[in-house]
Nanobody, 124 residues
């Protein structure tokens, strides 16, 4: 089993920045990659960004490309999501996820483990 603990959400004004963190614990040696997703109440879960645990390769949704950056610290078993130029439409709950298979371009069902989510609110 792998446990994921997110932190770093909060309230920020339009154009501001936030950094989300996701620390993995447990059987982390089994992980191939990690990702960030977001989901508003009553809406579908959307992919945000993904990173390969071994190579550090990254992949982004078009909606955040150029504004968000995903990175990882293997020693700390932590993945980060740096969010810049935030917009009100970025407001929602962000979830960290980890997968033991699939590829960098895998969608949500390929992810085995999920965090509890952290709220990001961008005021206009």
């Amino acid at each position: 089993q792998v446990q994921l603990k997110e932190s770093g959400g909060g309230l920020v004004q339009t154009g501001g920045s936030l950094r989300l963190s996701c620390e993995a614990s447990g059987r982390t040696f089994s992980l191939h990659g990690m990702g960030w997703f977001r989901q508003a109440p009553g809406k579908e879960r959307d992919f945000v960004a993904a990173i390969s645990w071994s190579t550090g390769s990254t992949f982004y949704a078009d909606s955040v490309k150029g504004r968000f950056a995903i990175s990882r610290d293997n020693a700390k078993k932590t993945v980060y999501l740096q969010m810049n130029s935030l917009k009100p439409e970025d407001t929602t709950i962000y979830y960290c996820a980890a997968r033991t298979g699939g590829s960098l371009y895998s969608t949500g069902p390929a992810y085995n483990y999920w965090g509890q989510g952290t709220q990001v609110t961008v005021s206009s």
